[in-house]
């Protein structure tokens, strides 16, 4: 009982839905980091070396091997290290991505707890504090004031 009690708390709180739209938003982009790879930044790249193709580029252990009537007796055993090429552009790419995500949404939440910046509307929460944090100062003068007047 103690986890399905625990399930629910997380699945009220909302975790449980940000990391579905987290992970459904992470498998569409995964798909324009792949397109983006394989079918803008690649066909360039093959072209300035020559017509090459990463994803072909592989290092063959060993040759397949098929009888007279062409049936495949070995399968061809290769390492494909092109593939791995291309899914560290993918990994690159994703990985500069995010953060410039990151670094703009940090941007944006610093500008917006800025309480003395008027072009964006501060919280309430961080306007409380500043408030209060303003009224304690303040108080702390009139003190300082008070006691050196004695």
């Known amino acids: 009982m103690q986890f399905f009690k625990e399930f629910k708390e997380f699945a009220v709180k909302g975790n449980m839905m940000d990391m579905a739209i987290g992970i459904i ?30 994803q072909d580029k592989k290092i ?12 495949i007796l070995a399968e061809e055993v290769s390492i494909q290290y092109g593939a791995l ?12 991505t995010v953060f410039l995500v990151v670094k703009a949404m940090n941007r944006l ?19 409380l504090l500043s408030d209060l944090t303003e009224l304690m100062q303040e ?12």
């Open 85 to 96: 090429l291309e899914a560290f552009m993918d990994f690159i790419i994703i990985g500069i």
């Open 60 to 71: 063959i252990l060993r040759e397949s091997s098929t009888d007279q009537a062409g049936a």
């Open 109 to 127: 939440r610093d500008k917006s707890q800025d309480t003395k910046d008027k072009t964006v509307k501060t919280p309430k929460d961080i306007q």
């Open 139 to 150: 108080q702390n003068r009139l003190l300082k004031a008070n006691s050196s007047t004695k």
């Open 25 to 54: 938003i992470g498998a569409s982009f995964n798909k324009v980091i792949d397109v983006l790879v394989k079918k803008v930044l690649m066909p360039p790249l093959s072209l300035m070396s020559d017509g090459i193709n990463l």
